[in-house]
Protein backbone atom coordinates (compact mmCIF):
# COMPACT_ATOMS: atom_id res chain seq x y z
CA UNK A 1 0.00 0.00 0.00
CA UNK A 2 2.11 2.94 1.38
CA UNK A 3 5.25 3.57 3.48
CA UNK A 4 3.66 6.40 4.94
CA UNK A 5 4.20 6.49 9.12
CA UNK A 6 1.45 4.24 11.22
CA UNK A 7 1.15 5.39 14.58
CA UNK A 8 -0.18 2.46 15.59
CA UNK A 9 3.48 1.36 14.82
CA UNK A 10 5.27 4.21 16.73
CA UNK A 11 6.69 3.73 19.89
CA UNK A 12 6.02 7.72 20.46
CA UNK A 13 2.35 7.19 20.14
CA UNK A 14 0.26 6.77 23.30
CA UNK A 15 -3.24 7.05 24.16
CA UNK A 16 -4.13 10.04 26.09
CA UNK A 17 -5.43 10.59 29.41
CA UNK A 18 -7.88 13.39 28.09
CA UNK A 19 -11.18 12.07 26.06
CA UNK A 20 -11.50 15.01 24.18
CA UNK A 21 -8.00 14.19 22.54
CA UNK A 22 -7.12 10.57 22.97
CA UNK A 23 -4.36 10.41 20.52
CA UNK A 24 -1.15 11.68 21.76
CA UNK A 25 2.49 12.20 19.91
CA UNK A 26 5.42 12.06 22.88
CA UNK A 27 7.80 13.23 20.22
CA UNK A 28 6.33 16.17 19.16
CA UNK A 29 4.40 16.28 22.30
CA UNK A 30 0.64 17.01 21.20
CA UNK A 31 -2.72 15.66 21.90
CA UNK A 32 -5.20 15.16 19.23
CA UNK A 33 -8.40 13.70 17.84
CA UNK A 34 -7.56 12.25 14.94
CA UNK A 35 -4.36 10.55 14.58
CA UNK A 36 -1.14 12.18 15.54
CA UNK A 37 0.58 11.09 11.61
CA UNK A 38 -2.65 12.35 10.05
CA UNK A 39 -2.59 15.92 11.82
CA UNK A 40 0.92 16.14 10.51
CA UNK A 41 -0.13 15.48 6.93
CA UNK A 42 -2.97 18.12 7.68
CA UNK A 43 -0.86 21.28 8.84
CA UNK A 44 2.55 20.64 7.69
CA UNK A 45 2.03 18.63 3.88
CA UNK A 46 4.13 16.07 4.25
CA UNK A 47 4.36 12.28 6.59
CA UNK A 48 5.53 12.69 10.25
CA UNK A 49 9.50 12.83 9.61
CA UNK A 50 9.72 11.35 13.55
CA UNK A 51 8.19 8.02 13.27
CA UNK A 52 10.85 5.15 14.86
CA UNK A 53 9.03 1.61 14.95
CA UNK A 54 7.98 -0.30 18.04
CA UNK A 55 10.86 -2.41 19.21
CA UNK A 56 9.89 -6.04 18.10
CA UNK A 57 7.50 -7.48 20.44
CA UNK A 58 8.87 -11.17 19.33
CA UNK A 59 12.63 -10.37 19.67
CA UNK A 60 14.22 -12.84 21.58
CA UNK A 61 14.97 -11.62 24.85
CA UNK A 62 15.17 -13.10 28.62
CA UNK A 63 11.76 -13.21 30.49
CA UNK A 64 11.45 -10.73 33.38
CA UNK A 65 10.76 -13.33 35.61
CA UNK A 66 14.18 -14.55 34.71
CA UNK A 67 15.53 -11.09 35.49
CA UNK A 68 14.19 -10.45 38.73
CA UNK A 69 12.78 -7.54 40.39
CA UNK A 70 9.46 -6.16 40.48
CA UNK A 71 8.52 -4.52 37.12
CA UNK A 72 6.06 -1.77 35.83
CA UNK A 73 3.01 -1.87 37.70
CA UNK A 74 3.26 -5.77 39.36
CA UNK A 75 2.59 -5.84 42.90
CA UNK A 76 5.17 -7.32 45.44
CA UNK A 77 3.13 -9.87 47.40
CA UNK A 78 5.87 -11.30 49.51
CA UNK A 79 6.03 -8.03 51.82
S1 LIG B 1 6.15 10.39 15.73
FE1 LIG B 1 4.79 10.47 13.93
S2 LIG B 1 4.13 8.35 13.62
FE2 LIG B 1 4.95 8.52 15.70
S3 LIG B 1 3.18 8.97 17.00
FE3 LIG B 1 4.09 10.94 16.43
S4 LIG B 1 2.96 11.53 14.59
FE4 LIG B 1 2.58 9.36 14.87
Known sequence: MTDSPNCWKC???KISW???FPYECE???F???AL???QVMSIDGRHC???LSKPDENQD???A???GGIKGNQIDRSA
Open 61 to 63: SEP
Open 11 to 13: RFF
Open 18 to 20: DPR
Open 31 to 33: KSQ
Open 27 to 29: AMH
Open 49 to 51: QWF
Open 36 to 38: PCI
Open 65 to 67: EAI
